[in-house]
């Protein structure tokens, strides 16, 4: 599926564990880029060779998280500590809504904030997690904004995910010391599996 166009609504799949196949909509908004379905699933094959197919005891930040594809999908995977973070409310809310529908509690569920401005609290609270996800708005830098927080909210086995314009300089990440695992390509983005240098 293509990223969707500025203001135009569509519909996301998830591609496995328990609410795969469901098909997820994704609301009418300015910016509002979700993963191509199969971006995601190729992502998930890199995740599930590293983890054993194993979520279940990981801690996830999907940061700008959009229409939630990569949380959601990490929930219907078996994780239970995963965070969804945008400042749009109207995402987030259904984000929450699918949630519930779900019948489905984390520990972090979909919260409306800043991630720039909500990584300093997370990182006093001394949370730590085993996958961040960051695929932020084009256009706007967010990537490099963010990397300076990535060390403090990871430990030495956590794993970057990170979708970007296919023009885009990832100096900030390698000058941080972390390593491009994998990566793949479309006519749009460029997306990777991050990890720390050894």
């Known amino acids: ?3 969707l166009k ?3 609504a569509g519909k996301i799949r998830i591609i496995g564990g328990t609410h795969r196949r469901q098909m997820i909509s994704v609301i009418a908004h300015q910016g509002l880029r979700p993963s191509a379905d199969r971006v ?3 992502v998930f094959n ?3 060779h590293q983890w054993g197919g194993v979520f279940a005891d990981k801690a996830i930040l999907d940061a700008f998280t959009g ?3 990569f949380g959601l999908e990490c929930i219907s995977r078996g994780a239970t500590d995963v965070l969804m973070v945008d ?3 109207a995402a987030i809310t259904q984000i929450q809504q699918i949630l519930k529908n779900w019948g489905v509690q984390t520990n972090g569920g979909a919260t409306q904030a800043d991630v720039l401005a909500l990584c300093p609290a997370l990182i006093a609270q001394g949370k730590i997690f085993d996958w961040i996800v960051l695929d932020p708005p084009f256009e706007r830098d967010m990537l490099a904004a963010i990397a300076p927080y990535l060390n403090q909210l990871t430990h030495a086995d956590s794993w970057l995910y990170v979708e970007v314009e296919a023009k885009m300089n990832l100096g900030a990440l390698a000058a941080l010391g972390w390593t ?3 990566e793949g390509r479309t006519q749009q983005v460029a997306y990777g599996l991050w990890r720390k240098a050894t």
């Open 6 to 8: 500025h203001n135009q």
């Open 46 to 48: 890199w995740m599930n």
């Open 67 to 69: 229409s939630g594809a």
């Open 87 to 89: 400042n749009h409310a």
């Open 1 to 3: 599926m293509a990223a």
């Open 40 to 42: 995601r699933e190729t």
């Open 180 to 182: 491009q695992i994998k």
